[in-house]
């Protein structure tokens, strides 16, 4: 067989196989069923011709009812009142009241410097310049705090005079990092 007839063959094989794959993938159309509508679309299409219909109905009604009328009172417009005479009333002075302004008591300058612990008791101990402080939950500090709250690294104090409470921490260490 010749090169020139085997390449024949060849390239009529590729054209029959590239025809028939082609066909493959072509899908008839069906013939076109129709299906008789269920009960529950008929009861619905009924429903909704039935709004349409009174939709209709109210349209007519609207289209001839009367117009709202202008309103004759107004009852934002007030009638001016006749100005009657201005009496001018002489006023007494009243002095100013003095404003008494009370010396502000600082608060002491405390830092908490530990807690101890033994048993189910916490002791905080406070520095208040020179001074060291030792206390417990309940115990007046500096003549001014009661201790309310010692946890493992902080103090709560309740002013005595005003009720504030302030609270201490333990300062963390400083790094040298």
Sequence with gaps: MSPARAAAYLGGGILLAGWLASAAGVVRPSPARFLR???????????????????????QRLAVAPAPQAPVRNPFAFVEAPASPVVAVPRRAVPAAPIVVEPSVPEPDLVLLGVAE??????????????????????????????????????????????????????????LL
């Design 118 to 175: 033994q048993g189910s008791i916490r002791t905080a101990m406070m520095a208040s310049g020179d001074d060291l402080l030792m206390a417990t939950e309940g115990q007046t500090v500096a003549g001014r705090y009661r201790v309310g709250k010692v946890t493992a690294d902080a103090i709560e104090l309740i002013d005595l005079g005003t009720g504030a409470t302030r609270r201490l921490s333990l300062r963390s260490p400083v790094s």
């Design 37 to 59: 509508p269920s009960a529950e679309a008929v009861q619905l299409d009924a429903v909704a011709a039935n709004v349409q219909s009174q939709a209709a109905r109210l349209r």
